[in-house]
Each structure stands twice: as structure tokens, then as C-alpha cells.
């Protein structure tokens, strides 16, 4: 038999060590893999869950304007890490309801569990204070059992089988216990047989020989206002790291920047999949972005009328491209008061948007009057740096 694994050394299955004389076995089961899955680990709840986002993502999408075959190309990243996520839980509680066994002995609750580090965890009947049976629909049940006043019991090691809102009291939990009715008779019976002993024990006088001879507590009790106060504390940087990143994502976060340049603009979806962008001041078009190409303009823009859709607002307003004084490139919807700095996308996508900036240095003229087509703008590029040039494509007749 192999040796490899510390289950298998075991004199008994589910027991550490051989039973002394007297202790007999009344009871010996696993966890149903099933009641794991659902009851423990909320298999249905999480696949409604990852449902509901997938749906929410792809109609998003839809209203962004994005094509029907793109939105799904989109989603189905999403889907595949979705399921990955459900498979990986799913083998995690197979191979947990393989490892797990409780046992129930004339003396003591024996919790053998554990995948990666196996544990047996022994809870005698006169330590065990109360335990509450909860049934499922299947039959199955979770046992919660309250140890006494000061007794110790790891809650990182025993996980998942302890109740997880108790840190200071844990709680052990056999989960996913089948016939939990019948299992319930049996330690019923002898925590009462084990409460009873304990009150004949309270009665009898100690003598100062008998309370020397008493074993001390190998641990003392969790420390739980210093615990208390370092999670209060990561608590509260949580919640102040998240307010500065909320915050630094909105126009006035920065309310002593310098701008050295900024133009206004809007960007038209056409029917042909083509992007007309058009200088707010003067109606003037100054570029077009054929179907296919801009990626990193789409989709940046994409983000914030997004967010305009979470204030009820459209395409009314135009955006602002702005350049600060330390040479920052923003793009700035004034309506959602949110912000990118481009700069963080590296050059080449900061220069997306950035070619328009040399607008703001220019006096466009409107189409139309001198029956010429929309202004290209070409880009020729001198060193690290990109110039744009606004030309006019003559018309050929």
C-alpha cells in the first residue's frame, strides 16, 4: 500500500490513531458531492450569476452599436473563463467530497478533511457546547457544532468545513452529511450522555491536588481586539484606496492642471461602418476612419459613452482632447465628467488622438463652400514624434 499519503496510514479510516479501549464506532460518513456543490458552494447561484454578466456585457455592446457577430466575438472570452472558473470549482469539490469523511464514536466527532493538506481534527462530546442541523431538499444536512468557551480550532486549516462568518468562535461544520436525520438521533444521544457527565463532574468538590494535576490550555484565546482593529484597518484602506482611484478618474481631480492645448470634437457612426470626425466649433469634418481601422479609438471611445448611457445622456455633447503642461494627452467627456489619460497606452495610441490636437492651432473652415471633400489628415514622422499635417483633397472633376 502506498505510503505517500497520510490517509493511508491511518489504523482506522477517517480515525489518526487507534481507538482506546472502551471507545466503540457508532457512525461513519463522507460529504455528498452534490449538497457540496449547491449547498456549500453556490454552483447555481455563481452560473446565474456569470449568466446574468454575460447577457448584461453583450446588450451593452448592442447598444454601443457594435455588430451582432463583434458583440459575440466579445462575450465569448468572457464565456470561456466563466465556464473555467465553474470547471475549476467543480473538481475542487469532487476531490473534496473524495477526501472528506466524518466519523461519530462513543466518545468524540472526528472531521477528516482536507485536498492539498490533509487534517484530522478530533471534538470531544464534553467540549462540544451545542449543534445545530441544517436539512436540505435532498436529505443531505450540514452539522454546526459550537466547541466551549476557549477552545482552539484553525479556521484557515479546517476550511471549507467551519461556518465562515465565525473567525473568533469557529465553528466546525459537517457539510453535505447524507441521511442527516438518522446521523442527528445518534450525536443527540450523546452529547445529552456527555452534558450529563459534565454536570456530575461540576459537582464534586476538587481538591487542590486534583486542580494541580489538571492539564493547562496548550493555546490561548484569539486576541480579538487587535484583530478586530487590523481588519477594521484593511477595511478602511480598501475603501480609501478605491475612493482615490474613483475619484482621480473625473475632470475636476485635477483642478490646478495647465492645458496647453484642446479642441472639441464629435465622432459620427455612418451606416457604413466608417467614423466621421468633426470639429465642434465649425462643423468642419476633418477625418475619416474607414471601417476596420481606428481599434484603439473605437474602443476608447466606446468606454465613455458608456458612461454616458449611465447618466441618461447621448451624443449632444462633443469630447474634449486636451494636452497638459507636463505633456499629458487626455480625452475628456465633459457630460460623464470622466477622463483617460492616453499617455498610459503608450505613444502610439496616445497619437489616435493626439493628431487632433493640432487642430486647436489651425482656423478649419467649414465644407461645402469650396466643394472640396472631408480634410484627411496625414501624419509623417520625425523622430519620436508624430506632426500632423490638414490638408484639402481637391476634387478631381
Known amino acids: 500500500m502506498s505510503t505517500i499519503l497520510e490517509h493511508n496510514r491511518e489504523p482506522e479510516p477517517g480515525i489518526p490513531e487507534a481507538m482506546p479501549e472502551g471507545e466503540r464506532l457508532l457512525w461513519q460518513g463522507g460529504a455528498s458531492f452534490q449538497s457540496l456543490l449547491n449547498g456549500s458552494f453556490h454552483f447555481r447561484k455563481l452560473s446565474l450569476y456569470f449568466g446574468i454578466a454575460l447577457l448584461v456585457q453583450f446588450v451593452l455592446k448592442l447598444r454601443a452599436g457594435v455588430e451582432v457577430s463583434e458583440a459575440i466575438a466579445g462575450t465569448a472570452g468572457f464565456l470561456v473563463l466563466s465556464l473555467f472558473a465553474l470547471g475549476v470549482l467543480s473538481l475542487y469539490t469532487w476531490l473534496l467530497s473524495r477526501a472528506t469523511l466524518y466519523t461519530l464514536t462513543s466518545k468524540r466527532v472526528v472531521i477528516r478533511t482536507g485536498v492539498a493538506l490533509p487534517i484530522s481534527v478530533n471534538l470531544p462530546y464534553r467540549r462540544i457546547q451545542s449543534a445545530d442541523l441544517r436539512v436540505r431538499a435532498d436529505g443531505t444536512g450540514d452539522f454546526a457544532l459550537l466547541p466551549e468557551a476557549g477552545s482552539r480550532v484553525s479556521w484557515l486549516l479546517l476550511w471549507p468545513m467551519i461556518n465562515p462568518w465565525r473567525v473568533f468562535r469557529v465553528r466546525p461544520v459537517l457539510r453535505g452529511v447524507e441521511n442527516a436525520e438518522s446521523v442527528a438521533e445518534i450525536l443527540a444521544e450523546q452529547l445529552a450522555g456527555a452534558a450529563v457527565k459534565n454536570e456530575v463532574v461540576r459537582e464534586q468538590p476538587r481538591t487542590p491536588a486534583a486542580r494541580s494535576n489538571e492539564p493547562r490550555a496548550r493555546w490561548r484565546p484569539y486576541p480579538t481586539i487587535p484583530l478586530a482593529a487590523?481588519?477594521?484597518?484593511?477595511?478602511?484602506?480598501?475603501?480609501?484606496?478605491?475612493?482615490?482611484?474613483?475619484?482621480?478618474?473625473?475632470?475636476?481631480?485635477?483642478?490646478?492642471?495647465?492645458?496647453?492645448?484642446?479642441?472639441?470634437?464629435?465622432?459620427?457612426?455612418?451606416?457604413?461602418?466608417?467614423?466621421?470626425?468633426?470639429?465642434?466649433?465649425?462643423?468642419?469634418?476633418?477625418?475619416?476612419?474607414?471601417?476596420?481601422?481606428?481599434?484603439?479609438?473605437?474602443?476608447?471611445?466606446?468606454?465613455?459613452?458608456?458612461?454616458?448611457?449611465?447618466?441618461?445622456?447621448?451624443?449632444?455633447?462633443?469630447?474634449a482632447i486636451a494636452q497638459t503642461e507636463d505633456g499629458r494627452i487626455l480625452l475628456i467627456d465633459p457630460v460623464s465628467k470622466r477622463e483617460i489619460d492616453l499617455k498610459a497606452f503608450g505613444p502610439t495610441n496616445a497619437q489616435a488622438f493626439g493628431r487632433y490636437l493640432r487642430l486647436a492651432e489651425r482656423s478649419a473652415t467649414p465644407l461645402g463652400d469650396s466643394g472640396s471633400g472631408p480634410k484627411p489628415i496625414e501624419e509623417a514622422a520625425v523622430g519620436d514624434e508624430t506632426q500632423v499635417a490638414l490638408t484639402r483633397k481637391e476634387s478631381t472633376q
Open 230 to 319: 487590523m481588519t477594521a484597518l484593511v477595511v478602511i484602506a480598501l475603501v480609501g484606496v478605491a475612493w482615490n482611484v474613483t475619484e482621480d478618474t473625473r475632470v475636476d481631480a485635477l483642478p490646478d492642471r495647465v492645458l496647453t492645448a484642446e479642441i472639441e470634437l464629435y465622432f459620427e457612426d455612418q451606416e457604413d461602418g466608417s467614423v466621421l470626425v468633426r470639429e465642434a466649433r465649425t462643423g468642419a469634418v476633418v477625418d475619416t476612419l474607414d471601417p476596420g481601422t481606428g481599434g484603439f479609438l473605437r474602443a476608447t471611445l466606446r468606454t465613455l459613452v458608456r458612461a454616458r448611457g449611465t447618466v441618461g445622456a447621448g451624443a449632444e455633447e462633443p469630447f
